[in-house]
């Protein structure tokens, strides 16, 4: 065997060993800016995508912090975590600030009630309703001035059907014995009657064909009136 020819072997083989390491490393190579062009290729996240990751603040954490803002003063504060019409009725209360807080309900309806002082109503200080990050309606015990204004107020909350607009008139019993049967649009006319003072207090009637619904009311103008109780008597 010829040295020339095992020389040029020698070269070959010596020229194959460079070149083998290359097809991996363009391999690589190609992957690396295929992966880079999709990735620059690939959508951002919308807007609404990343919202919707966002935590939601529990209903706790929101109605407290519009009872702090109510407490401060501070409309703007407040303003960000609640609904216009919720800002005007917690800045009207009427009493002074309720002093403990009793937790939620249902997974919106936060309370905070009185233990020092007695309010009218079975709300007993103030309700927030909370949607997502925002109180979108506030209930509250009321200072009605007149037993008509107690009366009249409670049988609103029942012919539309909302039982905390009805505390805010009147006891826990007498609106468990009213909101008992629904009101039917379609059933009997009711008519108010007006109020009278008695021994007990006052009596509201509203008359209705084949009988009345009466409603008992204590309470002064001073410290505000409420419903007690509900009656009725057939004709």
Excluded at 197 to 207: E, F, N, T
Aim: include cysteine; hydrophobic fraction near 45%; aromatic fraction near 10%.
């Amino acid at each position: 065997m010829s040295a020339p020819w095992l020389r040029g072997v020698a070269g070959s083989a010596a020229a194959a060993a460079l070149l083998l390491p290359a097809a991996p490393a363009l391999a690589h190579s190609a992957s690396s800016a295929q992966f880079a062009q999709s990735a620059a290729q690939a959508p951002a996240p919308s807007a609404a995508q990343a919202v919707s990751t966002r935590v939601k603040p529990a209903p706790a954490t929101v109605a407290r912090k519009l009872f702090d803002a109510w407490l401060r003063r501070d409309r703007h504060a407040a303003s960000r975590v609640a609904t216009a019409g919720a800002v005007s009725t917690i800045f009207a209360y009427p009493f002074r600030a309720p002093d403990r807080f009793a937790g939620c309900t249902g997974g919106r309806d936060c309370r905070f009630v009185h233990t020092s002082v007695n309010v009218p109503g079975g709300l007993d200080g103030i309700l927030m309703v909370v949607s997502g990050s925002k109180v979108v309606k506030v209930y509250e015990s009321r200072h009605l001035v007149t037993p008509s204004a107690a009366a009249t107020r409670l049988f609103q909350a029942w012919r539309a059907g909302d039982r905390y607009r009805g505390l805010e008139a009147a006891t826990n019993k007498a609106v468990a014995k009213l909101f008992f049967h629904r009101y039917d649009p379609r059933g009997v006319a009711y008519m108010f009657q007006g109020c009278n003072r008695d021994a007990k207090g006052y009596s509201c009637a509203y008359s209705y064909e084949g009988g009345a619904m009466f409603m008992r009311v204590g309470g002064s103008k001073a410290r505000g009136y409420e419903v007690t109780s509900i009656g009725y008597i057939a004709d």
